[in-house]
């Protein structure tokens, strides 16, 4: 029952991530005015809000001018019940666990923003790492947070400064900086390496594809790459390090 309970915690705060990623590119309220359909303006009722299920109910459709609904809605309230209870369940039922949790669904908004108008909001990457940061067991954890963040965040700082040199232009933007620094804080060293190598991985086939593209519009965001390959590091952490002590001692 309590997983359940976790579950549709995640997807309810799942549903606020949708009104962040609408709202926060176009310099909205997130609060005001209430949520209403995009289209026609119209206020939504409260069962027109329940999380995944008034989607399906409505058929991807407003009740009242019956325009699409972007599947967006229910997809990242999807996501984001299935991250919740999966970190959950690895992590056991704790403060800090709410507060890894809610780094990751961080994670997956600046994923979706960064997919759709090539920006991060610096206030909700801020978050991400301030959460990846203090959510600890210990105050030993938290001194190794910390340390991991910020090894992270001059890595890419000094990695950046030397490919913009060589090549001209920005090579990577700030918002990349602080995501690699809360990768470092929720994954520790040797897992954000792998994280890293993962992300170029998963990404390689789109630069490919897109690779002769000029339109920034169309070139590839990063950051869902980096957030998936985080999250995919952070589930199978266990594996994952056996293989590393099993190649390298």
């Known amino acids: 029952m309590e997983f359940i309970f976790i579950f549709v915690l995640g997807a309810l705060i799942g549903s606020f991530l949708n009104v962040l990623i609408v709202r926060i590119p176009k310099d909205e309220n997130v609060a005001f005015p209430a949520s209403h359909c995009v289209t026609c303006k119209t206020p939504l009722k409260p069962w027109h809000n329940i999380p995944i299920a008034s989607w399906l109910f409505l058929r991807g459709k407003c009740a009242f001018c019956q325009a699409k609904i972007s599947p967006q809605y229910p997809i ?45 909001p610096d206030s909700l990457n801020l978050l991400a790492l301030t959460l990846a940061v203090v959510s600890v067991f210990s105050l030993d954890m938290l001194l190794e947070h910390t340390m991991n963040a910020l090894l992270f965040a001059g890595a890419f700082s000094l990695l950046r400064f030397y490919i913009s040199y060589i090549i001209k ?49 169309k070139q590839v965001p990063f950051i869902p790459f980096l957030a998936m390959a985080t999250w995919i590091v952070f589930i199978f952490d266990t594996p994952v390090m056996n293989y590393l002590e099993r190649m390298y001692g």
């Open 76 to 120: 990242v309230e999807l996501l984001s019940g299935i991250i919740f209870l999966a970190v959950f369940m690895k992590m056991g039922i704790a403060l800090p666990t709410l507060g890894i949790a809610l780094a990751f669904l961080m994670l997956l908004t600046l994923s979706v923003i960064d997919f759709y108008y090539k920006m991060v």
């Open 169 to 217: 232009q920005e090579a990577m933007g700030e918002a990349d900086i602080m995501i690699a620094a809360t990768m470092g804080a929720l994954l520790g060293v040797k897992l954000t390496l792998v994280a890293i190598f993962l992300s170029a991985l998963l990404a390689l086939p789109a630069m490919l594809l897109l690779r002769n593209e000029t339109d920034a519009s």
